[in-house]
């Protein structure tokens, strides 16, 4: 088992940054592939950003040129580097791991453990 813990969201202007974290606990020996979702009101969850145990990462195109993903794996912690943010990005922003080594996911589906989620509210 994994537990997953999201951290840094907030309200912030539209152009404003802000970084999510996401901490690891339990069964961390294990290489996980580690992505970030969200999900606005009255919407699905969809992706935004994965990153595989050994550092490829992959972005929703939306996002890209914007967000950052990264991971120290030695602290078990994931985190989402977000510039430029737009109201768009508004959501409920979740942290999800999956165990594997080298693969990349985008669907939710394929995720085993998630976190609480952490709120982001860009206003215009």
């Known amino acids: 088992q994994v537990q997953l813990v999201e951290s840094g969201g907030g309200l912030v202007q539209a152009g404003g940054s802000l970084r999510l974290s996401c901490a690891a606990s339990?069964?961390?020996?294990?290489?996980?592939?580690m992505g970030w979702f969200r999900q606005a009101p009255g919407k699905e969850r969809e992706f935004v950003a994965g990153?595989?145990?050994?550092?490829?990462?992959i972005y929703t195109d939306s996002v890209k040129g914007r967000f950052t993903i990264s991971r120290d794996n030695a602290k078990n912690l994931v985190y989402l580097q977000m510039n430029s943010l737009k109201p768009e990005d508004t959501a409920v922003y979740y942290c999800?791991?999956?165990?594997?080594?080298?693969?990349?996911?985008?669907?939710?589906?394929?995720?085993?453990?998630w976190g609480q989620g952490t709120q982001v509210t860009v206003s215009s």
């Open positions: 990153i595989s145990w050994s550092g490829s990462s």
């Open positions: 339990g069964r961390t020996s294990s290489r996980y592939a």
């Open positions: 999800a791991a999956r165990s594997s080594s080298s693969s990349l996911y985008t669907k939710p589906m394929l995720y085993d453990y």
